[in-house]
């Protein structure tokens, strides 16, 4: 079991890497700002600091899930979080199955030695909750000195994945129970099909039980189609999902912790996304290639040169003051909010 986890995480990783998996349509086109020709807010004075939950961030942004498990996941991860560290930001390691599996695997997820500060979230698949009880969960946290847990929801990708799960009802009640029995605040997390509010909100006394939602919605990597280059078929499910902006507004609207992502390509789109309300802007795909680039420095150098420049040219001086800025909303994601909140009500 556990070799087959192995490989799959090193395919995982070559096919984002190598292949168009991307979803066709990016809903953080429709979006723009007012621009605002006199602003009073100097580039060098912006702060762009923020709160992860219970931790301080530098710049709001997070490294969403992505490996663990085999040897080359040991160089990665510890890359990333470097990274993470170096500029303030979250990372978060890939799903924790494997060294679950197999404790000899820790050392490929273990990154603490070089992101003393940061927040490093952990990570589960919701349907391996059937598998493992709290006890384990909470030891595979405590070894690799995390800080938070993010459970992934993650249905799309299994019933295209040849191996995937089918079993998933009562999956809410297992949740429920994994975050009422650990000691680590949990995130609730998509891997790419998104989040909306009914999901938060179908959990009971959720505001306490979850501490935040990482949206990871359709518009960036679909793992739908990631799978069909591992021989499933994704068909007309290549573009399933909800559109990450509209999750965005939804769930930050209900005042939980939102991490914006799953196609947010840039600090441009970031800065979209903590207009609609989202507290830190995440990606994994945009990361991993510039770590096989060799250009991870320069890729969150430029997300944080995006982001600044957008503040300056809305007059939002820090993160607050970009939370209350206008956008337009066209096209697509316009029709797509009106029809959604018909449904809403
Ligand atoms: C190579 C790779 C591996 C991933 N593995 C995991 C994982 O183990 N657990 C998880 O929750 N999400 C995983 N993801 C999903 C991402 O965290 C993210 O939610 C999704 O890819 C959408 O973001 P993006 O459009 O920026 O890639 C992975 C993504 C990539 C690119």
């Not at 096919?15 to 621009?35: A, K, L, Q, T």
């Not at 191996?163 to 000691?183: H, N, P, Q, Y």
């Not at 507004?249 to 390509?265: C, D, K, L, P, Y």
Request: glycine share 10%; proline share 3%; hydrophobic share 40%.
């Amino acid at each position: 079991m556990s070799k087959l986890i192995r490989s799959r995480k090193g395919e995982h990783i070559d096919i984002c890497v190598n292949e168009d998996v991307n979803y066709s349509y990016n809903f953080f086109d429709d979006i723009e700002f007012v621009h605002d020709a006199l602003t009073d807010v100097n580039y060098d004075d912006i702060d762009t600091s923020t709160t992860f939950i219970k931790h301080h961030l530098k710049h709001p942004f997070m490294i969403t899930a992505m490996t663990g498990g085999y040897p080359e996941a040991k160089t990665i991860n510890k890359r990333l979080a470097a990274l993470c560290e170096k500029y303030g930001i979250a990372f978060g390691l890939g799903s924790q199955r494997a060294m679950i599996e197999n404790k000899g695997l820790t050392e490929t997820y273990y990154v603490r030695d070089v992101a003393k500060t940061i927040p490093i979230v952990g990570n589960i698949g919701a349907a391996q909750l059937f598998q493992y009880d709290s006890t384990k969960i909470n030891d595979a946290l405590k070894s690799v000195d995390a800080d938070y847990l993010a459970i992934h929801l993650n249905t799309l990708q299994e019933l295209v994945q040849p191996e995937g799960d089918r079993r998933f009802a009562g999956l809410k009640e297992k949740i429920e129970s994994v975050c009422r029995e650990i000691e680590y605040p949990v995130i609730l997390k998509e891997t790419g099909a998104g989040i909306d509010r009914s999901v938060v909100k179908r959990f009971a006394g959720w505001r306490p039980l979850i501490a935040g939602v990482d949206i990871a919605g359709r518009g960036g990597t679909s793992w739908s189609k990631v799978e069909e280059y591992r021989g499933g078929i994704a068909g007309p499910f290549g573009e399933w999902g909800n559109p990450t902006p509209a999750c965005v507004m939804e769930v930050a609207n209900t005042g939980i912790f939102t991490i914006a992502s799953g196609g947010v390509r840039h600090g441009l789109d970031a800065a979209k996304a903590f207009a609609l309300g989202a507290d830190v802007a995440g990606a994994a795909r945009p990361f991993i290639s510039a770590y096989f680039k060799g250009k991870l420095d320069e890729e969150i150098e430029l997300w944080i040169t995006y982001l600044k420049r957008a503040m300056v040219l809305t007059n939002s001086g820090n993160m607050r003051e970009l939370g209350r800025t206008n956008v337009i909303i066209t096209g697509r994601l316009a029709d797509y909010i009106k029809a959604k909140s018909m449904i809403n009500g």
